[in-house]
Structure formats: structure tokens, C-alpha cells
């Protein structure tokens, strides 16, 4: 006997007299998989759970749920048999076993395609549904909590992919409201309400909509800066995650030209962050999706295939409509004063400008901490000029070849000239265009020239940039130079005024008690971002929703003392450093 991958178990070991080891399969967020043969039924996978879960649970629970699931039997899920545990080395270990299946993981196909196309994606995601909607059927209806790319198996049996639902370690019979202590899964993949340890049917319709946009577009609808959040803080990961999800997602077609308006509409509504305007359960969603002729967006003269990696890159753009512009930002008097006068103004007045000879601006900087409304001012300022916006955000100048993001970032200039007046807003700066002087591969060095190439002076096109970084320090001291970014603005957490505008506009609609004192809440939250109060509002409402009593001030102030600022008195004085020494606004 050998020891496999060190994993827990041994290539030829027998586990209770019964399942013999074969090899193994890999690591998952839950426990060490094997394929493992029965002495009597063939062919099984068993799943051996990591020692911090099983403290977590316990093995009457996993009988539960195995005994439940054992007794379902469906095309599109992956069969469970058995719930039990093992000792060894004087070690309790609990485990579950489960069909084998021929094929391969989502997440497998994935990383060799990158994105499936969209026929053979609406296939898997249809057999997705359909082994989901049987569960969501049951009576009461049993929900899975953790679909993700992993845990969709696809069966190449009989020279066709067939989709099937696994992993079933976390799932449970639910009533209307369940409210399960241990929010566990892929934070990614998480509907809002998981991170408060409340689960319905529709959680399960979100990550499902996650994975079909994954399949579809080869990129998640957010992107996480996770790069300082340490491992397992739950805490932290939970507010990056909910911090970052305040940005309106792409519609899939933006990565995909076979996705149409109607699928867009369709994906978009099963990962909306609304419970009430999501799906109910996966039955709506699938009978969503096969109600409509796949091929709907049909066109002979568009074939994706005779187009450049490049091409398929389609910045969207905002009709130009006039929105409530600075109207919708609370408070910030002072930094709506410099925008307005020092940015909007000479744009507005350009040839006035240039008569005089103030040079007009060419892109504006906002940096500091997460959840200050970097994107929100980016996205308000673009409806307060009245010019087109263009959005940018790491994942979507990813390229897999060679030059292709520098062909991207050339091809996103255009489209930009061609649609002026146009503000691009590019996010995560520091992503984008790190130092140059660290240990950068050439090929992203290049990708900085390219950009900086194209910001230069780029206002003579009718172009402005806005950039926004949470940390101002890693990116390329060139992009700080005149005629690239003009104006350099830190962006505070909320002064008082924002913060009271911020509990109004939260509370719209609750359930709220008479001695709520808006005014004593914003004092009381000083360096609370957007992103912590919406989650104070959220907590106290929830506590409020267990006692089926209105919110009051009691369940704030609990919120408030239970959960200080995510971000801290140090991290802040680092922006008031930055900003000090090179006497920004």
C-alpha cells in the first residue's frame, strides 16, 4: 500500500470491510475524494470530510441527509448511498459515497475552454436545472448550498455531456425559512442572504445563475480583491464579496454574441441580489430557460467564429439620458464642488476653455478604502456630464494569448473615440497597471505601455478616464503625471451627512420603531463605509426579524457594538499619509 497524494488513505486500504481504495481524485472544499470499488455495487467515489467540518457536524446529520438523498433517484444527480464514518490511527473520520461518474468536473472543461459555447452551456445547465428542480419539488423541498463548477459532474457516457448535480455533504431539507448555522460553501458563489446563514430554494437558483454565467462568458459577474483578506476570515471575505457586488453586472452578451436579450434578461434575473426578484426555485428558472427557441438571437451575418479574440470584446455603453446625476450622491458637498468646477466645467466649456488657455482635463484618480462609492461617483459623474461610459474591470482585459489584452485595451480606445464624448471608468487600477519597477513579467509591462499609450492626451478624442484603486501606492507612479490623470481625489469614508442619507435610504420600507434615532446612528458610525452600514441595517432588521418585532434602536446599537468599521483606524492613516505627501485634494 502506497499513501496517496498524502491524503488521509492508502491505495489499497478497505474501508468498514467494504469499500476498497483505488486512487485519488483530488482536494475539495470539504474533504479528500477517492474513487473507491464496493465489495458488491462496483464503482464509487468516497469523500472523506476534513477534521474542522466534522467538528462542525456530526455524523447523525450526515445520516439524515444521506438516508434523504438515497431514496432520490434522478438523471441529473449524482446518486448518494452511504453516510457513515471510519476510525483510524485513533481518528474518527466521517465520509460519504456517491455514484461514479465517467467524465470530468465544470471547473475541468472550464480550464481548458476557458467558456463553453452557448448551446452546449444552455445543454449543462438545462440538466442542471432539471436535477435541481427535482429536488426543489420534493415535499419539504431539499436544497443543495453549494453549486458551483466543481460539484456539476459531466458525464461523457454514451459520446454525449450529460450534467449531474453532486456533492450533497451540505444539502437540506428546508422549510419556507431555515436558518442554518454554519454559512459554509464558495463564498463566490454565495446568494446575499447565505453570508446571514438564511437559505430558500432561490440561493440554490443564484449559484446556479453564477455557474451558467461562468459557462457562458468565462468570467464570474464580480470581481474579488482578495488578495489581502486572509484565508477562512469569514468576516473579511464577506465583505469584500458583498462590498464588490454592488456593481451592476455585464450582461452575459457582453462576452458571448450567441447570448440573446432574452437569456441575458433571464441570467441576470437569477442572480439578482433582490430575493423577491429572483426565481423561487429552480422550476421557474428551468421552465425560463426551455421555454424560448435556443438559437433566438440568430443572425447569418454574425458568426462569432469568424471574429478575433479582440472583437469579442464589446465595451456596453449608456445611451446618453440624462439620470439624477450628482443629485443621487449623499452629502460629499465639497468633493461634488471640485468635480463640478475643476472637471465638469472645463468638458462642458471646452472651446471657452481653450480660448483661454486652461487646459481641459484628461482623467481623474479616486483612490481610498473599499466601499467609499469610488464607482458609484465614477458611474454618476458619466449622468452629470451626460457622455457615454464604458466600464473596465480586470477580468475583462484577461486575454489567453499573447499581446491579445494589448489588442483589447486598443480595441476598448476605439470603440471609446467612435462613441464620444465617453468616460471610461477603469477599476481596480492597481490590477491593471501595476509598477513597473517590481518584478513584472515583460509581457504586462507592455500591457502598462499600451494603456499609457492610449490615456495620453486622449481628451482631444472626447475621451475621460476615470480611474479608481483601493490601494494607490502599487500602481505606476506614470499614470500620476499631467495628461494622463489631471485631478487626484481621495475619497474619505462618508462624512455625517452621507451616513444619514445612507440610513434613510436603507431603512426605506422596513419594518421600524418610532425611537430609531437616525441622527445618533450617524455619530456613532464614524469610518463606517456604505458597504458596513448597509450590513448594520441588514443585521439589526434580521435580529428584529427572529424577535418578529419592529427594528428598533436596541437591535442597531447591538449591530454596531458587535461589529466595528471593516476598515481600521491604521489602514486609514496610510491614505492620509499618501495623500499628505504628494498634496492631493
Known sequence: MRNLANGILLKGEVINSTYEVQFFIGQGGFGEVYRVKHKYLGLQVLKVFKEEYSQKTDIETLVQEARILSNL????????????????????????????????????????????????????QTDLLNGLSFLHGQNPSIIHRDINTDNLLLSYDNNQ?????????LAQSINPIS?????????????????????????????????FYKMITGVHPWYYNVETVVQDDFEQISTVVISARKEQPRKPSYYNADCSEYFDNIILKAISLNLENRFLNAIEFYAALTSKPIDSKTNSNNNPQNKSESNNHKPSDKPKEKGKGFDAIAGMTELKETLYNDVIMPLKEKELYEKYKV???????????????????ARQFSEEINFNFIELKPSDLASIYVHGTQEKIGQVFKEAREKAPTVIFIDELDAILPNREGDLGHHYASEVNEFLAQMTECNKDGIFIIAATNRPEKIDPAILRTGRMDKIIYLAPPDFEARLAMFKLF???RPVDKDIDINKLSELTKNYVSSDISFLVNEASRNALKERANISQKHFEEAIVKFPPSISERQLKKYEVFKSNRNFV
Open 507 to 509: 431603512l426605506i420600507d
Open 161 to 169: 455531456i450529460v450534467g449531474k448535480l453532486a456533492d450533497f455533504g
Open 73 to 124: 433517484t434522478h438523471n441529473n444527480i449524482v446518486r448518494v448511498f452511504e453516510a457513515n464514518e471510519f476510525t483510524k490511527n485513533n481518528k474518527v473520520y466521517y465520509f460519504i459515497t456517491m455514484a461514479f461518474v465517467s467524465g470530468e468536473t465544470l471547473t475541468q472543461r472550464l480550464s481548458r475552454f476557458s467558456k463553453l459555447p452557448f448551446k452546449e452551456a444552455l445543454n449543462i
Open 179 to 211: 436558518t442554518i448555522t454554519d454559512a459554509a460553501g464558495r463564498y463566490q458563489y454565495f446568494a446575499p442572504e447565505c453570508f446571514w446563514n438564511t437559505y430558500f430554494p432561490s440561493s440554490d437558483v443564484f449559484s446556479a445563475g453564477l455557474v
Open 359 to 377: 487646459s481641459v482635463p484628461n482623467g481623474m484618480l479616486l483612490y481610498g478604502p473599499p466601499g467609499c462609492g469610488k464607482t458609484f461617483i
